[in-house]
């Protein structure tokens, strides 16, 4: 039984950082990319970042790029986004993901199983 506890979230101004963090349970958690995924009300779950499971790959959204930081801990069985230069639009539920593959992916159905997930709200 793989389950994802998904911690860190909270409100922030623009301008400010947070670093989310993803607690795994189950085997393999090595074998697995991981990635997070962000919801606002309404809309699509959409892609931020995906690591590869040794760490040493990375991909992200263009939302994302330069100021948001994916890593993992294999040891720890964790998985970090650390947010920085947080914007309003940034404001949603991130969820952690963990795919089927070991390839890096952006599509949600390559995932199958998925944290509860965790707000972050950036005010201007």
């Known amino acids: 039984q793989v389950q994802l506890v998904e911690s860190g979230g909270g409100l922030v101004q623009a301008g400010d950082s947070l670093r989310l963090s993803c607690a795994a349970s189950?085997?393999?958690?090595?074998?697995?990319?991981m990635a997070w995924f962000r919801q606002t009300p309404g809309n699509e779950r959409e892609f931020v970042a995906a690591?590869?499971?040794?760490?040493?790959?990375?991909n992200y959204a263009d939302s994302a790029k330069g100021r948001f930081t994916i890593s993992r801990d294999n040891a720890k069985n964790e998985v970090y986004l650390q947010m920085d230069s947080l914007k309003p639009e940034d404001t949603a539920v991130y969820y952690c993901?963990?795919?089927?593959?070991?390839?890096?992916?952006?599509?949600?159905?390559?995932?199958?199983?998925w944290g509860q997930g965790t707000q972050v709200t950036v005010s201007s």
């Open positions: 993901a963990r795919s089927r593959y070991s390839r890096l992916s952006t599509r949600g159905a390559d995932y199958l199983y």
């Open positions: 189950g085997r393999s958690f090595s074998n697995n990319a």
């Open positions: 690591i590869s499971p040794s760490g040493l790959s990375t």
